[in-house]
Every structure is written in structure tokens, then in C-alpha cells.
């Protein structure tokens, strides 16, 4: 390729993800009572990183970002929220908390399967927050999950998403109490007609080795121009349909599981 930086287009099923995304944070805006929150760390997961709290921002709430990504934070600055944006690293994430600043909600997206000690990051999240704590999972009970391992196994390439316990609410579940979580309830989110990735396009960006990749994300076009498609719509009606989260758990491509922080346990 000479060179180039391969440009890798977010693709419907991404696109709707971030609408539905998005979706949840208006709820929970209004549902938690949420005027700040932190994204540790915001990073991507096979899409453009830096963009997940955009719909915390979208909903009216501050919004800081930790290790961002440039790429991530033009979009930012070219949909005009750049006023609801502060961005830091993870050098200065001790010494602003030693400040005493903290933040309503702390989250993050597909992050904790992959750490090699996920409970120091919990522990980090968790003295960041005044109130809330957050993680959005891939969900292992849809029925695409085992076909995306598939893929792994016939291609030969080693599995890279991380410890698939996590990939389930229930088993998350189980380790935030152990780390001192309160009221913990989750429920899912990207819920439409199709199934999780079957692992096809992750093939092929694997196959991009690791060559820094330029995203195109058409979902900020339809934020700027206030303009949805309807199918996207339709779609989330759907997902919306009132059963029991546990019911679309073998459609649903995300779970969230959100949990109230406790600075006194332990002490």
C-alpha cells in the first residue's frame, strides 16, 4: 500500500451501536441524575476510539476523556461539543484526584476483558466516581459469539478480546460485589434483528496487522446534520420492546452493567 494509512469505514452494525449508545445515555442521564462523566480509559474496540461518551454529551453532561485519541477528539470539536469536553491522561488522573475531583459516573467500553489485572482498574474507576460505576461488555450469550470464536479457531488466530468471563453480566456481576459495588443491576444495549459480529471483519482487520488505521465514522455525520436514518429507528423500537433483559440476552450484542461506588468499604 506505499505506505498509506489503510482507512477503515464504520460499517451499519457500528453505527447503530453508537445510536443505540447514545440512547442510554439520555436515559441514564435523566434516570441517575448525571452531570459528569469520566471515560477510563477511552480507548476503541474495533471501531474509532475516543467517540463512546459521545452520547453522555449529547444527553448534557461534562464529559472527560482519558488517554484520547486526536483522531477521536476532531470529531468532537467538528459536532461543536468541544465546551462539554476535558481530556487527560492517565499521569494526570492521580494528581487531579488528589485535588478531590470526582465524577458522577466513571465507564468504560469493552476495556476490563482485556487487563491483566482488572481489579486494579476497578479500583482506579472506583476512586474516580462519587456515585456510579459502569462497564459495557460484549454480550457472550448472543448467538454470533460462538461463530466469532469459530472464526478464531478455523483462521488460526489467536483469541485477542480478552477474558470471556467478562463477557457475561452474571459473571461480572459476581466481581464488582467482590470489589465493593453496591445496587448492582444490568441490562443490554445494541439490540437489533442481526447478530453480533461473526468475526469476518474482525478477520480482515486483524489482517491489517498493526498498521494505524484512519476511521471514517458516518454516525458524527448524522449527529452534525441532526438526521437518523429510519431504519435506525425502526431497529430501536425493536429493541426496546418490554421483556426482561434477560429474554434478549441471544440478540442483544452489549450488556451494561452499572453499580453504586462505596468509599467506606474496606476501610
Given amino acids: 500500500m506505499n ?10 452494525g457500528v453505527n447503530y451501536e453508537r445510536y443505540a449508545l447514545g440512547k442510554l445515555f439520555a ?5 441517575l441524575n448525571l452531570q459528569s462523566v469520566i471515560e477510563l480509559p477511552a480507548s476503541g474496540a474495533k471501531a474509532m476510539p475516543s467517540l463512546y461518551s459521545l452520547g453522555a454529551a449529547l444527553a448534557g453532561c461534562d464529559v472527560t476523556l482519558v488517554d484520547a485519541d486526536p483522531e477521536g477528539l476532531k470529531i468532537w470539536n467538528d459536532l461543536g461539543l468541544g465546551d462539554k469536553l476535558t481530556t487527560i491522561d492517565m499521569n494526570q488522573l492521580d494528581s487531579t484526584l488528589d485535588e478531590g475531583r ?3 459516573l466513571c465507564w468504560n467500553f469493552m476495556v476490563i476483558p482485556t487487563q491483566d489485572n482488572p481489579r486494579d482498574l476497578i479500583r482506579r474507576m472506583i476512586c474516580c466516581s462519587s456515585k456510579y460505576l459502569m462497564m459495557i461488555n460484549v454480550n457472550r450469550f448472543n448467538v454470533g459469539f460462538n461463530m466469532h470464536r469459530t472464526v478464531h479457531r478455523l483462521w488460526n488466530i489467536p483469541w485477542s478480546h480478552g477474558d470471556i468471563n467478562f463477557f457475561s453480566p452474571f459473571k461480572t456481576k459476581i466481581f464488582l460485589k467482590e470489589n465493593n459495588l453496591k445496587n448492582i443491576r444490568w441490562g443490554v444495549v445494541d439490540s437489533p434483528p442481526w447478530p453480533d459480529s ?3 471483519r474482525d478477520l480482515r482487520l486483524h489482517r491489517l496487522g498493526d498498521k494505524p488505521k484512519k476511521w471514517i465514522c458516518p454516525y458524527a455525520d448524522y449527529v452534525k446534520n441532526s438526521q437518523f436514518p429510519l431504519w435506525m429507528k425502526w431497529v430501536y423500537i425493536g429493541e426496546r420492546f418490554p421483556i426482561p433483559a434477560w429474554m434478549k440476552l441471544p440478540y442483544s450484542h452489549l450488556y451494561y452493567i452499572v453499580g453504586e461506588v462505596d468509599h467506606e468499604a474496606g476501610r
Avoid at 436515559?27 to 434516570?31: I, L, N, P, S, T
Fill in 3 to 12: 505506505g498509506e494509512i489503510p482507512t477503515e469505514v464504520e460499517v451499519f
Fill in 27 to 31: 436515559r441514564m442521564k435523566k434516570r
Fill in 102 to 104: 470526582r465524577w458522577d
Fill in 198 to 200: 461473526p468475526g469476518f
